[in-house]
């Protein structure tokens, strides 16, 4: 059974901080996905990772995938209200039965005070 | 990116009945997951609906309480059976899109049973 451990699983900041969430785990990942999810509506993909030490960003979010795809982090700068909400990272099964699965980390609850 | 939606968006059902969730793609898609998500907690996956197969459930999920359909390739239904008040939860569907190698998910339904 893969697991994935994210961390933190709960985060307050003020407008303008920077902050990381991490996940991790023993297993590796054929690839590794960041979703966001507000009340009311479901989990909304914000980027995948594929390759071992890949680095994506996506305007303040910068995202990176472990050298050997066993853990992921997600970096935001200079956080603002709109950012607040849960963060979910997914790994992805490599084939085999579990093609397609996902394993989902225990998700961060990110607070982003004004 | 596919689209997804479900219905319905929430309900309040009586012990001991049934409640069946629908979720539409707007594309054809190989693998569709249901999942169960308790608010501001991480996702538990239920089971794997393949198309033209029974469907694949996760430890602690059996075919009686919560039997799923996929008739095609943009359609699946979830129907929650013997309803208790802990099976009030939000209920997600996905769908895996093979060729972005990504998971788009519905929006949820939340059910609260009394």
């Known amino acids: 059974t893969q697991l994935l451990e994210q961390s933190p699983q709960f985060l307050s900041i003020q407008e303008g901080e920077n902050l990381t969430v991490y996940c991790n785990s023993s297993?590796?990942?054929?690839?590794l996905q960041w979703y966001r999810q507000e009340p009311g509506e479901g989990p909304v993909l914000l980027v995948t990772?594929?390759?071992?030490?890949e680095v994506k960003k996506l305007k303040r979010l910068t995202f990176q995938f472990g050298d050997a795809r066993k853990d992921s982090s997600l970096h935001i700068t200079a956080a603002q209200p709109g950012d607040t909400g849960l963060y979910l990272c997914?790994?992805?099964?490599?084939?085999?039965?579990?093609?397609?699965?996902?394993?989902f980390g225990q998700g961060t609850i990110l607070t982003v005070h004004p | 990116s596919a689209v997804i939606s479900q219905k319905p968006s929430r309900d309040i059902c009586q012990r001991g009945t049934s409640l069946t969730i629908q979720c539409q793609v707007d594309s054809q898609v190989t693998m569709m997951f249901w999942y169960r998500q308790q608010p501001g907690q991480s996702l538990t996956l239920i089971a794997t609906a393949n198309q033209g197969s029974e469907a694949t459930y996760e430890s602690g999920f059996v075919i009686d309480k919560f039997p799923i359909s996929r008739p095609n390739l943009t359609f699946s239904t979830l129907t929650v059976s013997n309803l208790s008040p802990e099976d009030s939860s939000i209920y997600l569907c996905?769908?895996?899109?093979?060729?972005?190698?990504?998971?788009?998910f519905g929006p949820g339904t939340r059910l609260t049973v009394l």
């Open positions: 997914a790994g992805g099964d490599a084939g085999g039965t579990s093609y397609g699965k996902l394993t």
């Open positions: 990772v594929v390759t071992g030490g």
């Open positions: 297993s590796v990942f054929s690839s």
């Open positions: 996905s769908a895996w899109d093979v060729s972005y190698n990504e998971q788009f």
